[in-house]
């Protein structure tokens, strides 16, 4: 769920894929594969995020997957939730046209 919340919040802030890249010191290719979920999350990205578009750090690690030592139920209501907070902001993204192409 990371990647794609970090996905969004990209496009929510009209940047491309390449722009992004740039400004982090990352290739294109890098981000992408970061953004589909095909390689790991950092906590360094996690910091470049935060700073960048003034996100806590704490807030993205809410999309985390696996947080330590979080009982059943709330890992169950956390994800539940988290889920719909990505469905509801991919859908006002693309309601409003202001997707950026990957």
Do not use: C
Request: glycine share 4%; proline share 3%; aromatic share 8%.
């Amino acid at each position: 769920m990371i990647h794609k919340a970090l996905k969004l919040i990209r496009q929510y802030h009209e940047l491309t894929v390449s722009d992004l890249a740039n400004e982090f010191g990352l290739t294109p290719l890098y981000l992408k594969e970061l953004e589909s979920g095909n390689r790991p999350i950092e906590s360094e990205l996690l910091e470049m995020y935060s700073s960048k578009f003034d996100i806590p750090v704490t807030s993205l690690v809410m999309f985390s997957q696996n947080i330590h030592k979080e009982g059943k139920l709330a890992k169950k209501f956390r994800q539940l939730m988290v889920g719909k907070v990505l469905v509801i902001a991919d859908w006002a993204i693309n309601k409003n046209d202001k997707k950026i192409k990957a």
